[in-house]
């Protein structure tokens, strides 16, 4: 982690600055993969998350460490896993709950932006609808799910499904998609080009995720 990088995670780890810190237990600023790599953007963190204080620790993150995992990554080496939220956003209940609109942008623009620019990530990777409309106000999962979408001058997201959202459909047709999503995460990133290389991922991955299919299907159907 450069130092610039620990100085801004000690800030986000004390962070008091919305009333998302009333219900916390703390403070999940989210893990660090190399810079210029890939960074994997979720929505909050939830229950499981709030009490362990990283990303995706949850059978969501069991999923996205399986997928990642099927095409030869893993989060201890090769990716960033950041939320836009840092903070648990809870109901009085005590349950989760989807944060709202402004919660995002607040937190959003105050942290996520700054360890995005610190890290220069070739690849964005947003996991949901609620990560897609922090980048993309308003953009659709079900119309942008498998696009690499240029939401700045300079800036791509590759716009993808939440695991949750897999693991409540459970369908083959979904996971399969799925598989052909983190194919063509793997080939964006390991292309030169971002935007060049895009039209031809297609079809390669078509092929690619067939063979990863089984085991992650095996696992979680
Ligand atoms: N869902 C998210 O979006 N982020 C997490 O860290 C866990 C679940």
Not at 50 to 59: C, E, I, L, N, S
Not at 92 to 103: A, F, K, L, V, Y
Not at 138 to 163: C, M, R, W
Not at 171 to 188: D, K
Request: net charge neutral.
């Amino acid at each position: 982690m450069t130092r610039e990088l620990e100085s801004l995670t000690k800030k986000i780890l004390v962070c008091e600055e919305c009333h998302l810190k009333l219900g916390r237990t703390q403070v999940v600023p989210g893990i660090y993969g190399p810079q210029k790599s890939i960074c994997i953007v979720g929505e909050a963190p939830g229950y499981y998350e709030d009490q362990q204080g990283f990303p995706f620790v949850g059978k969501s993150g069991e999923l996205l460490d399986n997928m990642l995992k099927g095409i030869g990554l893993t989060r201890e080496k090769n990716v960033s896993i950041l939320n836009v939220i840092k903070c648990r956003p809870t109901t009085e209940n005590g349950q989760n709950r989807t944060p709202t609109d402004s919660e995002l942008r607040f937190c959003g623009e105050r942290w996520l932006e700054m360890q995005l620019s610190l890290l220069s990530p070739k690849l964005i990777v947003t996991l949901g609808g609620i990560a897609l409309k922090f980048f993309i106000p308003s953009g659709k999962v079900t119309q942008l799910a498998g696009q690499l979408v240029k939401f700045d001058e300079l800036n791509h997201i590759f716009v993808t499904y939440h695991p949750a959202y897999i693991l409540r459909k459970k369908t083959l047709e979904m996971m399969e998609e799925y598989n052909s999503h983190f194919e063509q995460i793997l080939s964006l990133y390991q292309s030169e080009t971002l935007e060049q290389d895009f039209n031809q991922v297609t079809e390669r991955d078509e092929q690619a995720s067939k063979k990863t299919n089984q085991k992650s299907l095996k696992d979680f159907l």
